[in-house]
């Protein structure tokens, strides 16, 4: 089992940056993957970004590029997403998920972090 705990969350205004931070427990040896998602009101959950735990390049939603990095350190166990220029539409709660070895998906999650900009 794999323990995910979100935190860095907050109400900011458009333009500014925040840092989400999601920290791992547990079997954190089995982690292959951490996912960044969202799911603002009204709306679907959606993929953000990944990173591959032993290192490797990260993958981001279009919507994203060039403003969020995700980023993680094994050591801490813990993986960020710093978010630079944040809009309005980036609202949302924001959840990671681990990916362990030889599975599919995302089966372990946090339980949110709630991110707000106004514009």
């Known amino acids: 089992q794999v323990q995910l705990v979100e935190s860095g969350g907050g109400l900011v205004q458009a333009g500014d940056s925040l840092r989400l931070s999601c920290a791992a427990s547990g079997r954190t040896d089995s982690i292959y993957a951490v996912g960044w998602f969202r799911q603002a009101p009204g709306k679907e959950r959606e993929f953000v970004a990944t990173?591959?735990?032993?290192?490797?390049?990260?993958y981001y939603t279009e919507s994203v590029k060039g403003r969020f990095t995700v980023s993680r350190d094994n050591a801490k166990n813990t993986a960020y997403l710093q978010m630079n220029s944040l809009k309005p539409e980036d609202t949302a709660v924001y959840y990671c998920?681990?990916?362990?070895?030889?599975?599919?998906?995302?089966?372990?999650w946090g339980q949110g972090t709630q991110v707000t900009v106004s514009s």
């Open positions: 998920a681990a990916k362990v070895n030889g599975a599919p998906n995302y089966p372990y």
């Open positions: 990173i591959i735990w032993s290192g490797g390049t990260p």
